[in-house]
């Protein structure tokens, strides 16, 4: 791991535990490479809580300290704004008598120290068998742009997604799981929210499918992840846990991502992992490839035909341990290879 990546996971850690940095057994930070390493990871706003805690004299000065502030500052106010389109919404779904569950970012948020420095890109929305009904609400007589899995649209400039489908139907772990989280939906769960269990098989699903089909998996989202398994441990029997991921065939990536949020947010999350279905070497890949963002290797843009398509098949066996991670029936698997061979 590099100095820059070092210093970063610190700073992060010292925001998310609320902790002043000691930055005294490091050299001087390059804080320019720093603040463009957590701008591509998401978490710009979130280092910034740590630096703010540091005496004056050892934070950054200049213009990149004055680009740090005002994208702190970006972020909170779009925070604050997204928030209150959310009330909005909210209002409108009980008066019309619609249940509304919240989901990833903005339900997360509130796990966060401050929770207006966990970047939100858009408000994600579901109406248990209303999903018609929530557009309504939501855009009256307007028209949202529809794909396979939600509606998006657009209000008062924050974009809203409100999802027909909670996951992507393509895999079999996936209807297993959302057929699950739904049936919770009919038992006592936090108004407006997944119950924990259910959560966190949506969250898993959800982090898991950005490698399948995005091919990259956001540092932000090992941090939700981490966060959220610390915030809900006294809630989450470890046993029921395992035996809920067995049953949707997710036991190894839920094990793999567990240890490795465990160590992002330095908390000790051991009771829930079976060290058995994981390997130490594959772990360490992972963690490096997150921190790097470095999933697949680029194809030479001068390859063409047959040669480029012999790059990309070549580049991807060099990837077949993580299919250990990954949903695990040959259909899905077969998937998740053509839709990584377009990348």
């Given at each position: 791991?590099?100095?820059?990546?070092?210093l970063?996971?610190?700073?992060?850690?010292?925001?998310?535990?609320?902790?002043?940095?000691?930055?005294?057994?490091?050299?001087?930070?390059?804080?320019e490479?720093?603040?463009?390493?957590?701008?591509?990871?998401?978490?710009?706003t979130?280092?910034?809580?740590?630096?703010?805690?540091?005496?004056?004299?050892?934070?950054p000065q200049?213009d990149?300290?004055?680009?740090?502030?005002?994208?702190?500052?970006?972020?909170?106010?779009?925070?604050?704004?997204?928030?209150?389109?959310?009330?909005?919404?909210?209002?409108?779904?009980?008066?019309?008598?619609?249940?509304?569950?919240?989901?990833?970012g903005?339900?997360?948020?509130?796990?966060?120290?401050?929770?207006d420095?966990?970047?939100?890109?858009?408000?994600?929305?579901?109406?248990?068998?209303?999903?018609?009904?929530?557009n309504?609400?939501?855009?009256?007589?307007?028209?949202?742009?529809?794909?396979?899995?939600?509606?998006?649209?657009?209000?008062?400039?924050?974009?809203v997604?409100?999802?027909?489908?909670?996951?992507?139907?393509?895999?079999?772990s996936?209807?297993?799981?959302?057929?699950?989280?739904?049936?919770?939906?009919?038992?006592?769960?936090?108004?407006?929210?997944?119950?924990?269990?259910?959560?966190?098989?949506?969250?898993?699903?959800?982090?898991?499918?950005?490698?399948?089909?995005?091919?990259?998996?956001?540092?932000?989202?090992?941090?939700?992840?981490?966060?959220?398994?610390?915030?809900?441990?006294?809630?989450?029997?470890?046993?029921?846990?395992?035996?809920?991921?067995?049953?949707?065939?997710?036991?190894?990536?839920?094990?793999?991502?567990?240890?490795?949020?465990g160590?992002?947010?330095?908390?000790?999350?051991?009771a829930?992992?079976?060290?058995?279905?994981?390997?130490?070497?594959?772990?360490?890949?992972?963690?490096?490839m997150?921190?790097?963002?470095?999933?697949?290797?680029?194809?030479?843009?001068?390859?063409?035909?047959?040669?480029?398509?012999?790059a990309?098949?070549?580049?991807?066996?060099?990837?077949?341990?993580?299919?250990?991670?990954?949903?695990?029936?040959?259909?899905?698997?077969?998937?998740?290879?053509?839709?990584?061979?377009?990348?």
């Open positions: 791991m590099d100095h820059t990546t070092e970063m996971l610190q700073l992060l850690r010292c925001s998310l535990n609320c902790q002043q940095p000691s930055l005294s057994h490091f050299s001087t930070p390059d804080w490479k720093i603040y463009w390493l957590s701008r591509k990871h998401g978490v710009v979130m280092v910034y809580d740590a630096i703010e805690r540091l005496p004056e004299p050892e934070r200049g990149i300290a004055l680009s740090w502030e005002l994208s702190a500052e970006r972020t909170r106010f779009h925070f604050a704004h997204q928030a209150q389109v959310l009330e909005s919404i909210k209002k409108k779904a009980s008066e019309a008598g619609v249940q509304l569950i919240l989901l990833k903005m339900s997360l948020a509130k796990l966060y120290p401050r929770p420095s966990r970047a939100c890109g858009d408000i994600d929305i579901y109406f248990p068998g209303n999903y018609k009904k929530g309504e609400i939501i855009l009256g007589n307007q028209s949202a742009t529809l794909d396979g899995k939600h509606a998006e649209m657009e209000i008062d400039g924050v974009t997604e409100n999802h027909l489908h909670l996951l992507d139907l393509n895999y079999q996936q209807r297993k799981a959302e057929e699950y989280i739904i049936n919770s939906l009919k038992e006592a769960h936090p108004e407006g929210e997944l119950s924990p269990t259910a959560n966190m098989v949506y969250l898993l699903m959800h982090t898991v499918s950005h490698l399948t089909a995005k091919v990259k998996l956001p540092l932000r989202n090992m941090l939700d992840w981490g966060v959220f398994m610390r915030s809900y441990q006294g809630q989450l029997n470890p046993k029921d846990c395992h035996n809920l991921m067995q049953e949707i065939g997710m036991e190894p990536a839920f094990n793999a991502l567990t240890l490795i949020a160590k992002l947010v330095e908390t000790d999350l051991s829930y992992i079976n060290k058995n279905s994981i390997k130490t070497k594959d772990i360490e890949r992972l963690y490096n997150i921190l790097n963002q470095e999933f697949l290797p680029p194809v030479p843009k001068d390859l063409h035909g047959f040669k480029r398509l012999s990309r098949l070549q580049r991807h066996k060099q990837r077949r341990w993580l299919y250990r991670y990954l949903p695990s029936t040959r259909a899905e698997r077969f998937h998740t290879n053509i839709t990584q061979l377009k990348h």
